[in-house]
């Protein structure tokens, strides 16, 4: 009996040791924090908010400054046809500042800037998907371990009544009551459930590992997780929820976001009908040295000038025109993508919808059948200990209570990965985020 004992307490430390509390919305937390892809999104979004500015967009003009040092030694003093014959030393700085400011592009100005307001609108929808993936898998993620975590708690309690018979079987054997079959078969089931307990400590282990990695944690830590198991009683309409995720689909609104950007593209592909009209405009100033043997001097000249320019592409083989059908077919394609985007998200809607529902009824059916088997096996406690009903019937109810118990915790978990999924279909499940 002494070995048998120390069958229970090989994963002790796990459970012995302290931990730190953990609710789903810590988790949700953490992981929103330190999460590799919404840090990378966060980044994303940051470029995209950077570019869009007028300045990007090309409203203000270019002013550059240019500076040119040159410096010459000229030597013809063996040179019989020259006018100078002597060594001749320049020397020269030239300064230009010059501005160049496009006054009409044929409004490229404008389509450009409400093209990079709506990447920055993409970056942040892209985002708003990756943050929303990340909650899910980490609500998923974290009922998981509850869901090992509660399968343990169930089996540690078999495991307790299995010892406790085997117990009070040892008992009535010395009494001379009982014999040694009754006694190996209570004793095999204890090894058994031993086993299980054993496996599902791992299965626990494991969750919390894979909870960890969603969290960007260390994966050897462990938590004290505050949640359990929550019964969704919620009714939904199916339309209702159609309407709502039309309205609020991520997906979706990132199609609108692509099918926009893609007109934005056809009026700056118009926008080359149009004349460039630029102004050009500076300064030149140089300053520069003559030396030779016999004489040197110095030279200077300034010099502004502002320039108006139009550009007017006449002909370039049409490749202005092709550009433009082109962007509007592209603007076809992205139209039918979204079509075809609403399409399979409604049917995912609808799937979703019907298993969620499902799922309520076999919660209801596994929580009924689960009450049954708890109520017999309290009954099949009472008449083994009169001694009215054996150990493999009594065994026999005891399985029958840790189908029941195990279907009921794997009927809740569904149906909570269902809630969930219908909720980021129909863009709420953002409204988890703690922050």
């Known amino acids: 009996m002494q070995r048998i004992f120390k069958l229970s307490f090989i994963f002790l430390p796990l459970f012995a040791t302290a931990q730190q509390k953990l609710s789903l919305s810590d988790a949700i937390r953490i992981a929103l924090e330190k999460n590799y892809k919404v840090e990378i999104a966060r980044d994303q979004i940051s470029i995209a908010k950077n570019n869009n500015n007028w300045g990007e967009a090309g409203r203000w003009p270019s002013v550059d400054l240019q500076i040119t040092q040159n410096n010459n030694i000229l ?243 049409g490749k202005t025109r092709r550009a433009i059908e082109n962007s509007r077919i592209q603007e076809k394609i992205q139209q039918t993508s979204l079509d075809e985007q609403v399409f399979t998200l409604t049917s995912q809607l609808r799937n979703a919808y019907e298993t969620y529902v499902a799922r309520q009824v076999i919660m209801n059916l596994s929580t009924e059948s689960y009450r049954s088997a708890e109520f017999n096996l309290r009954l099949a406690q009472e008449r083994f200990d009169q001694g009215t009903i054996s150990s493999f019937n009594y065994r026999d109810v005891q399985l029958q209570f840790f189908n029941a118990a195990m279907q009921r915790l794997d009927a809740a978990n569904t149906l909570l990965g269902s809630h969930t999924e219908l909720l980021r279909l129909t863009g709420g499940i953002i409204d988890l985020n703690p922050n």
Do not use: C
């Open 75 to 317: 030597d013809q003093s063996n040179n019989p046809t020259a006018f100078i014959r002597d060594k001749i030393i320049t020397n020269s700085v030239n300064g230009t500042l010059s501005a160049n400011w496009m006054l009409f592009g044929g409004f490229r100005v404008q389509f450009t800037k409400e093209r990079l307001e709506q990447l920055q609108a993409q970056s942040e929808g892209n985002a708003i998907l990756v943050v929303e993936n990340t909650v899910q898998s980490v609500i998923l993620g974290y009922y998981n371990a509850v869901l090992q975590k509660e399968k343990l708690d169930v089996l540690r309690k078999l495991i307790k009544l299995s010892r406790e018979k085997y117990e009070h079987m040892e008992r009535k054997k010395d009494l001379g009551v009982s014999g040694t079959f009754d006694l190996l078969q209570i004793k095999n089931a204890y090894l058994s459930d031993s086993t299980s307990f054993l496996l599902q400590e791992l299965a626990y282990r494991n969750s919390i590992r894979n909870l960890n990695l969603l969290m960007n944690q260390d994966v050897e830590t462990f938590y004290d997780l505050t949640d359990f198991l929550e019964v969704r009683t919620d009714r939904y309409d199916f339309d209702t929820l159609k309407r709502r995720m039309l309205r609020n689909n991520t997906t979706i609104l990132n199609q609108y976001i692509n099918l926009e950007l893609q007109r934005t593209q056809t009026d700056l592909a118009r926008s080359a009908l149009y004349p460039v009209v630029s102004l050009q405009m500076g300064t030149a100033n140089s300053f520069s040295h003559f030396q030779t043997s016999m004489f040197e001097s110095n030279g200077s000249n300034l010099n502004y000038y502002a320039n108006f320019v139009v550009n007017f592409n006449l002909f370039n083989g």
